[in-house]
């Protein structure tokens, strides 16, 4: 179950020495806190819902929010809450994410510079993987003779649309006996067009 919430966690306890207790007055005694608050998701941190704290008298136990606090006390809060930084990790879910969407975009782009250089340079064994006709289904091409700027294929007989099904696919059995040939303006047409969606090179 996704759970959705705020909540706060510790950043900095400092004495203030030179000010005495707002409440019962004994010096010495008084602790400033700050806390950071962020939003989470299921848990994890998904962004910053910026600084709290309060006043704790060690003496007399009494907590004292930022705006309950005299002008003195609440100015040595403030340069303490400036002072403290909000944690990286309050924004995990960003992170995370930010780290997730680069590697996809790394990826993809890594996939299409492959495509086009095995397509420049087709190689024999290179298995195209073509848009069929049905939406959301591909089939396979398979080169069995590259000569000059021709290449000879053989298609597959199946389709699929789930991308797993390739290993099951590119099976010599299931390529069609009679070849046809391509040229590699073809093919790079084919690409650009994006009827021909990826090239596996095993």
Not at 10 to 20: D, G, I, N
Not at 110 to 121: D, I, S, V
Not at 137 to 146: A, D, G, I, P
Not at 161 to 189: C, G, M, S, V, W
Request: net charge positive; charged share 20%; with cysteine.
């Amino acid at each position: 179950m996704v759970v959705i919430g705020y909540t706060s966690t510790h950043l900095r306890t400092a004495k203030v020495p030179e000010a005495p207790c707002p409440a019962c007055g004994q010096a010495g005694a008084v602790r400033l806190r700050v806390f950071g608050r962020y939003a989470h998701l299921s848990g994890i941190p998904i962004f910053t819902l910026g600084k709290t704290g309060h006043l704790h008298c060690n003496y007399c136990q009494v907590v004292l929010k930022p705006r309950e606090l005299p002008a003195t006390h609440r100015s040595h809060w403030q340069a303490l809450k400036n002072r403290v930084r909000t944690p990286s990790w309050h924004f995990a879910w960003f992170m995370v994410a930010a780290t997730v969407a680069f590697g996809n975009w790394a990826h993809g782009a890594w996939q299409l510079y492959q495509g086009e250089t095995r397509l420049a340079h087709p190689h024999v064994g290179d298995v195209y993987r073509i848009r069929s006709e049905a939406p959301g289904y591909f089939t396979l091409l398979k080169v069995v003779e590259v000569n000059g700027n021709s290449v000879r294929l053989r298609q597959n007989a199946y389709e699929s649309n789930i991308e797993a099904d390739f290993r099951q696919l590119n099976k010599p059995a299931n390529y069609e006996p009679d070849p046809f040939d391509l040229t590699q303006l073809d093919l790079q047409i084919m690409q650009q067009q994006h009827e021909l969606l990826a090239v596996e090179r095993p």
